[in-house]
């Protein structure tokens, strides 16, 4: 065979992409991973949607939250990668992806991924600050979608150095087999790291930067499709919208994002806008919502003895469901606690969390708490 | 990255786990196995259930009875272990969980798993001396649940041997998402060892025990639950109870188990009661069950040679789906044949069962025979 | 444990099988590989089936056609083979089988898989010198099975050189747990290989074989069973049947093909006939189908100097759906360009097809054209 190798040099390691085989060559990578994730949460696990949800029968939540099979790695070429992920829990295939990453001006990639949209949704459930997501999550992630993107970083350090990431993908969420239309969905976004190389898409200054590192990001997106949200599951609806026929809605939306790292503090937020207007029925609504959140790490010197290192986050998030009903609003205040027994590869967390809901549209409000405990585990 | 390590010395090899692969400070191991199980069954492979399933048409059955990846090892220390399971026929994820087994005495386990409840369904499908479970698991197993435990075993080789497992669960069984009210699963067993170390949980004395190896166990479960009994699948009802609402079926139950492996000769037993208090319907169901099962393997110096190990194995099971109505009763007399071409990895099992069907509260009865060939492969 | 081997010896490698793990005995192998197939269509991706597909909405398809995870080996001995492959976009079990391959003249193989029937079929995915199967496949391929069966090589070499399948399944299609009745399904195919080994079976003359290779193939099968034809999903029901009930449908089909690899240049042909016998309807069904295909590569040498290979392949195909309306048929023409990177395993290929439909017995005709472009990739 012409891609066999000698076998004698094949490297073989731990890294914290799981166990890796490199043959000699560097021709050919596989890395194998998984990952668990275990949450408990009291009265319920998933945020309040409407003013029903409120007053929901209490219930205590234990669940295998996720059980994610990770394999990654390159072939051919060390710049000709791949990388799957797929959920055991739910028999579901996330990413599926190949990437051609030679230059680090001008990549290309194709396949099934979460759109680099949002920082909080780019970032894995795995290396979160904070337990989950926001509020404000479900209604403007475009989430994972099928198609090609083009990618690159330019100006590598200097104070013009951006990220860009310019996509054309179906629209029809993850796992679509068909497009409903001959209408493609557009996503772009831009970051300007202006202190250099920019923080990771991970929560938490785990590694201490001593200097700062900062990025500010905007992103668009365009599509028309039957949808009007986007998640794991796939294309859904909003509530207020109606199950959607081909070409239905056309939705407009999005975000300016700011992130730091410094000095074991960590930063982020996101500013979101949507139009949503209705084809068939004519209607356009218009959503907006942010979130502000930041973390501090405490004995961030405990990681020379091996510690755990330990840290506090907090996080407000406000959504407007539709802005010409000012008055209706959610809102959410959010307390967290890490425990990095081995940074996001092996740490506990648990959070604690005020909903308040204001539908004054129809006269009522509601507010509720929730307490979660989440132990997340990498090998 | 903290977690890799150097290459030269990963240890790799064979086991009965399948490939593993350990770095050399053994703080990370992964064992990658595989398991088909083909069965042939006629007339049909499923007990029968109700009087009509005793005159449904025959069927010569063939099929992947099993399709198991099995990922296990440790991370990060020895003792922090975890397993999954994926059932690849049914796309369904068995186990997954995370351990911490630090301490004999005292160790600790979190996520979804079969629980230490009864000996056969403890076993493995793949480490079974009969061809499949008894007529009685089905009404009182408590299958997979997700939850947490702490267990251990005290007084290691003495008089006062004893193994124990308690567990918290949600009582929703496999793959669920939430729980149906605040009520949890509280589930506890105890082994007594008294002759030593107590026999392995898995079914024939394959290893030949020069010194008798013995326990007798107990074991009790409670559930509020919309369900009456549980299975791979999830949840579900047993005959004559209806698909519950949330918190609608307390249950309660206990098994005695012995369990013997004495010079290629095996041995055990359960004896089951359950209590189902219907809280909407008022209505309180009494259910009580056994079965008794003995193997001996005929050639057991056979194993030095290379050459298969046979064994001839028998089970009786009795159940009574309600004790009020003393005369109905569900027999199961099960001869089964196995060929180990090495172990429980690689065997060749035949069985024939007679089934006695006695209905006289409605003066009916049936019995039906059925022959079934397996073959499991571990890879 | 018995199965443990001395892990200093164990052989490591990159094959056209993925990374490959053998201990030193030769006992144990391990063979994990993966493929992603992206797929972009327009206006449809699907073959038209009706004369309303003609006229549907024009797409711009995207997808993860087809995302593969393969696990093979052996275990125990060197000829105790295993092969599993998951499909993780549908999560479906496709093939699981365990092979007994000691003798070259007589192997046997348990499980499921893609019986030896077609060899468009027979083809992996993967290996495809077009971009998709035929226009004839649906309607007469039998796809995957559960049963077992014996095949061999005869005289191998020689003129008398012969490889030959006999099957009996279950005749449910792939993923039954049950079988409808008593009645089985048999296939058997007999390969002629006049010029020596035969051609692989494979799409596309990449070897280049400077002396022929050919073969002359005939099969047969009979099943009955609720179904009209089978795919990846299972059983189902061609157009014009009606959704069956145990052991309706009586199927008898035979096929002859032929194959050719010769100096960059292949050929393959199939010709197909079909009898489908309704038990409760009375009626009798008749179908007909061929088709032509051959592809040329025309830079062979390049391949020396690690260049991609560039193919032009071009098919014909024919299709009855009941011979007592001679002029009721379907046709499809394809032109398709292949640019093999590193043979099949990295690939780009695009078709265009022009489609034929004549329905005369309704008075209606229609065509159409379909652009498709994909790219295969194995790691």
Redesign the interface.
């Known amino acids: ?7 004698l040099g ?7 992409k ?2 890796q ?1 490199t ?1 000699p060559d560097n ?2 990578q ?1 890395q ?1 991973a ?1 990952r ?1 994730q ?1 949450r408990y949460a009291f009265s319920a ?1 998933q945020d309040p949607l409407t003013f029903d949800d409120y007053s929901a ?8 939250n996720r ?1 994610r ?1 990770k ?1 990654g ?4 070429q060390p710049w ?1 990668k ?1 990388y ?1 992920e ?1 959920e ?2 739910a ?3 996330l990413d ?3 990437m051609v990453e030679k230059w680090p001006w001008l990549s290309f990639k ?3 991924w979460k759109m680099e949209y949002t920082r909080e949704r780019s970032i894995s459930s795995g290396k979160q600050q904070m337990l989950e997501r926001s509020l404000i999550n479900r209604p403007f992630t475009i989430d994972r979608q ?3 993107s083009i990618y690159g970083r330019i100006d590598q350090g200097g104070l013009a150095d951006f990220n860009y990431h310019l996509a054309v ?2 629209g029809m969420g993850r ?10 969905m557009y996503v772009g976004k831009v970051f300007w790291n202006f202190l250099g190389d920019g923080p990771s898409i991970s929560g938490s200054d785990l590694g201490y930067h001593d200097k700062p590192q900062a990025s500010l990001a905007l992103a668009g997106a365009t599509n028309t499709s039957p949808y009007t949200r986007f998640s794991s599951s796939g294309g859904g609806e909003l509530l207020e919208y109606q199950g959607g026929v ?1 070409g239905q809605y056309d939705v407009e939306q999005w975000v300016v994002e700011t992130a730091l790292k410094y000095k074991a503090f960590s930063w982020q937020s996101e500013y979101h806008r949507k139009r949503i207007n209705d084809r068939i029925g004519g209607d356009t609504g218009h959503l907006a919502g942010f979130y502000l959140q930041g973390g501090y790490i405490f004995n961030h010197g405990a990681v020379e003895t091996g510690k755990p290192l330990l840290e506090v986050a907090a996080r407000y998030a406000y959504y407007q469901p539709e802005l010409s009903l000012p008055n209706n609003s959610e809102e959410e205040y959010t307390l967290a606690v890490n425990c990095f ?3 996001h ?2 740490k506990l967390t648990a959070d604690v969390t005020l909903f308040d809901f204001d539908e004054l549209s129809m006269n009522r409000e509601a507010n509720d708490w929730r307490v979660r405990v989440q ?1 997340d ?3």
């Open positions: 065979q012409t891609t066999s190798s000698d076998s094949v490297d073989i390691r731990h890294t914290s799981g166990f085989f043959t021709k050919f596989l194998i998984g668990l275990f696990d029968p209490n219930q205590h939540v234990f669940k295998i059980a099979l394999v790695g390159h072939a051919y000709l791949y799957f797929y055991l829990g028999s579901r295939l599926f992806r190949v194709v396949g099934q099928q198609g090609a993908l179906t796992g679509a087999r068909e497009n409903d239309d001959k209408k493609l081909p027994f081995n940074g590869l092996n132990y585990f990498s090998f």
